[in-house]
Protein backbone atom coordinates (compact mmCIF):
# COMPACT_ATOMS: atom_id res chain seq x y z
CA UNK A 1 0.00 0.00 0.00
CA UNK A 2 1.09 3.33 -0.91
CA UNK A 3 0.25 6.62 1.42
CA UNK A 4 0.06 9.95 -0.34
CA UNK A 5 -1.16 13.32 1.04
CA UNK A 6 -4.43 14.79 -0.54
CA UNK A 7 -6.13 18.13 -0.55
CA UNK A 8 -8.26 17.01 2.65
CA UNK A 9 -5.41 16.58 4.78
CA UNK A 10 -6.31 13.17 4.96
CA UNK A 11 -3.45 9.97 3.22
CA UNK A 12 -4.77 8.97 -0.17
CA UNK A 13 -4.28 5.79 -0.44
CA UNK A 14 -3.59 2.98 -2.87
CA UNK A 15 -3.92 -0.58 -2.73
CA UNK A 16 -2.35 -2.40 -5.03
CA UNK A 17 -3.90 -5.61 -6.75
CA UNK A 18 -2.43 -8.25 -5.20
CA UNK A 19 -2.67 -8.34 -1.62
CA UNK A 20 -3.85 -10.73 1.03
CA UNK A 21 -1.63 -13.57 -0.15
CA UNK A 22 1.61 -12.25 -0.89
CA UNK A 23 3.44 -14.40 2.02
CA UNK A 24 2.52 -17.22 0.24
CA UNK A 25 3.11 -16.51 -3.43
CA UNK A 26 -0.41 -16.71 -4.70
CA UNK A 27 -1.91 -13.29 -5.55
CA UNK A 28 -6.10 -12.22 -5.50
CA UNK A 29 -7.37 -9.81 -6.90
CA UNK A 30 -9.66 -6.92 -4.94
CA UNK A 31 -12.88 -8.12 -5.00
CA UNK A 32 -14.29 -6.48 -1.75
CA UNK A 33 -17.40 -5.80 -0.28
CA UNK A 34 -17.39 -2.05 -0.77
CA UNK A 35 -17.58 -2.68 -4.39
CA UNK A 36 -20.88 -4.54 -4.33
CA UNK A 37 -22.97 -1.67 -3.91
CA UNK A 38 -21.71 -0.15 -7.04
CA UNK A 39 -22.34 -2.61 -8.57
CA UNK A 40 -25.94 -3.46 -7.57
CA UNK A 41 -26.73 0.58 -8.59
CA UNK A 42 -24.82 0.21 -11.55
CA UNK A 43 -27.62 -2.67 -12.45
CA UNK A 44 -30.27 -0.64 -11.20
CA UNK A 45 -29.69 2.12 -13.54
CA UNK A 46 -29.57 -0.38 -16.64
CA UNK A 47 -32.21 1.06 -19.10
CA UNK A 48 -32.74 4.47 -17.61
CA UNK A 49 -32.34 8.21 -18.46
CA UNK A 50 -28.69 8.90 -16.45
CA UNK A 51 -26.44 12.16 -16.97
CA UNK A 52 -22.88 10.84 -17.57
CA UNK A 53 -20.93 13.98 -15.75
CA UNK A 54 -17.22 14.28 -17.12
CA UNK A 55 -13.51 14.81 -15.96
CA UNK A 56 -13.62 17.98 -18.63
CA UNK A 57 -17.01 19.42 -17.62
CA UNK A 58 -18.85 17.56 -20.51
CA UNK A 59 -22.42 16.40 -19.39
CA UNK A 60 -23.71 13.54 -21.39
CA UNK A 61 -27.13 12.35 -21.20
CA UNK A 62 -28.62 9.05 -22.45
CA UNK A 63 -29.63 5.82 -21.66
CA UNK A 64 -27.75 3.55 -18.88
CA UNK A 65 -26.65 0.37 -21.10
CA UNK A 66 -23.76 -1.26 -19.31
CA UNK A 67 -21.06 -0.55 -17.56
CA UNK A 68 -17.79 -2.67 -16.89
CA UNK A 69 -17.81 -4.13 -13.27
CA UNK A 70 -15.31 -6.11 -13.58
CA UNK A 71 -12.32 -3.95 -14.62
CA UNK A 72 -12.63 -0.38 -14.09
CA UNK A 73 -16.72 0.63 -14.00
CA UNK A 74 -16.51 2.35 -17.72
CA UNK A 75 -20.15 3.17 -18.97
CA UNK A 76 -22.29 2.79 -22.25
CA UNK A 77 -24.78 4.90 -23.18
CA UNK A 78 -27.60 4.32 -26.12
CA UNK A 79 -29.00 7.31 -27.75
CA UNK A 80 -26.51 9.52 -26.14
CA UNK A 81 -26.16 13.37 -27.03
CA UNK A 82 -23.68 15.79 -25.41
CA UNK A 83 -25.86 18.09 -23.18
CA UNK A 84 -23.13 20.74 -22.16
CA UNK A 85 -20.17 20.91 -23.26
CA UNK A 86 -16.57 21.05 -21.11
CA UNK A 87 -13.98 23.62 -21.29
CA UNK A 88 -11.09 24.92 -20.08
CA UNK A 89 -12.44 28.37 -18.52
CA UNK A 90 -15.68 26.07 -17.42
CA UNK A 91 -18.92 24.44 -19.04
CA UNK A 92 -20.57 26.27 -21.37
CA UNK A 93 -24.33 25.74 -22.58
CA UNK A 94 -24.60 23.51 -26.48
CA UNK A 95 -26.34 25.59 -28.75
CA UNK A 96 -29.51 23.98 -29.78
CA UNK A 97 -29.01 24.86 -33.55
CA UNK A 98 -25.40 23.03 -33.29
CA UNK A 99 -26.71 19.64 -31.73
CA UNK A 100 -25.65 17.22 -33.29
CA UNK A 101 -28.17 13.67 -33.33
CA UNK A 102 -27.79 11.33 -30.68
CA UNK A 103 -25.05 8.08 -30.90
CA UNK A 104 -26.68 5.10 -30.88
CA UNK A 105 -23.84 3.42 -28.81
CA UNK A 106 -21.56 5.93 -26.90
CA UNK A 107 -18.61 4.48 -24.90
CA UNK A 108 -17.10 6.40 -21.76
CA UNK A 109 -13.80 5.05 -20.35
CA UNK A 110 -14.17 5.03 -16.66
CA UNK A 111 -10.68 7.18 -16.14
CA UNK A 112 -13.04 10.09 -17.42
CA UNK A 113 -16.60 9.61 -15.55
CA UNK A 114 -16.89 11.83 -12.25
CA UNK A 115 -20.44 10.89 -11.35
CA UNK A 116 -23.31 9.15 -13.35
CA UNK A 117 -27.18 11.06 -12.18
CA UNK A 118 -30.27 8.95 -12.27
CA UNK A 119 -33.15 10.80 -11.46
CA UNK A 120 -36.37 8.70 -9.92
CA UNK A 121 -34.57 5.79 -10.24
CA UNK A 122 -36.11 3.73 -7.27
CA UNK A 123 -33.41 1.84 -5.28
CA UNK A 124 -34.19 -1.26 -2.69
CA UNK A 125 -32.67 -3.13 -0.80
CA UNK A 126 -32.18 -6.34 0.98
CA UNK A 127 -34.32 -7.85 -2.02
CA UNK A 128 -37.23 -6.10 -1.40
CA UNK A 129 -39.73 -6.29 -4.59
CA UNK A 130 -41.45 -3.15 -4.68
CA UNK A 131 -43.62 -4.52 -7.84
CA UNK A 132 -46.51 -2.25 -8.06
CA UNK A 133 -44.77 0.47 -6.21
CA UNK A 134 -43.35 1.95 -8.79
CA UNK A 135 -45.09 4.68 -10.42
CA UNK A 136 -44.68 4.61 -14.44
CA UNK A 137 -45.07 0.55 -14.23
CA UNK A 138 -47.15 -0.99 -16.50
CA UNK A 139 -49.99 -2.72 -14.31
CA UNK A 140 -50.47 -6.57 -15.80
CA UNK A 141 -53.06 -9.02 -14.92
CA UNK A 142 -50.41 -11.24 -12.64
CA UNK A 143 -49.15 -7.78 -10.82
CA UNK A 144 -52.56 -6.55 -10.12
CA UNK A 145 -53.47 -10.45 -8.88
CA UNK A 146 -50.28 -10.56 -6.32
CA UNK A 147 -50.97 -7.38 -5.17
CA UNK A 148 -51.60 -6.52 -1.52
CA UNK A 149 -53.86 -3.33 -2.77
CA UNK A 150 -56.53 -5.26 -4.61
CA UNK A 151 -59.81 -6.87 -3.27
CA UNK A 152 -59.93 -10.51 -3.76
CA UNK A 153 -63.65 -10.15 -4.66
CA UNK A 154 -63.45 -8.17 -7.42
CA UNK A 155 -65.42 -9.87 -10.80
CA UNK A 156 -64.12 -9.10 -14.15
CA UNK A 157 -65.95 -7.31 -16.59
CA UNK A 158 -66.14 -7.29 -20.42
CA UNK A 159 -64.83 -4.38 -21.81
CA UNK A 160 -67.63 -2.42 -24.27
CA UNK A 161 -66.50 0.81 -26.26
CA UNK A 162 -68.27 3.63 -26.12
CA UNK A 163 -71.11 3.50 -29.17
CA UNK A 164 -70.62 7.31 -29.97
CA UNK A 165 -67.66 6.85 -31.41
CA UNK A 166 -67.19 5.96 -34.61
CA UNK A 167 -63.60 5.47 -35.75
CA UNK A 168 -63.82 2.49 -32.95
CA UNK A 169 -63.65 -0.74 -35.48
CA UNK A 170 -65.62 -3.67 -33.85
CA UNK A 171 -63.01 -5.77 -32.60
CA UNK A 172 -64.58 -9.37 -33.84
CA UNK A 173 -64.59 -8.64 -36.95
CA UNK A 174 -61.42 -6.35 -37.33
CA UNK A 175 -59.54 -9.05 -39.16
CA UNK A 176 -62.13 -10.48 -41.28
CA UNK A 177 -60.70 -8.31 -44.70
CA UNK A 178 -57.94 -10.11 -46.00
CA UNK A 179 -55.96 -6.86 -46.77
CA UNK A 180 -56.16 -6.23 -42.96
CA UNK A 181 -54.48 -9.48 -42.16
Known amino acids: MNSQPSSNGYPHTRVDKETGMKNTGMSASVDTPSR ?62 VSKPPSKIFIIPADQV ?31 SQSYHVDSERE ?3 WVPDEDVPECPDLENLFDDPWKR
Not at 68 to 97: Q, T, Y
Not at 117 to 131: E, F, G, H, R
Request: hydrophobic share 40%; net charge positive.
Open 156 to 158: LKR
Open 36 to 97: DPFVYLATCKIGHHVEVHLRNGSVYSGIFHAADVENNFGIILKMASLIREGGLRGMKPRAPL
Open 114 to 144: VQVIAKDLPVYSNNVSAQCEKPSELLTDSSI
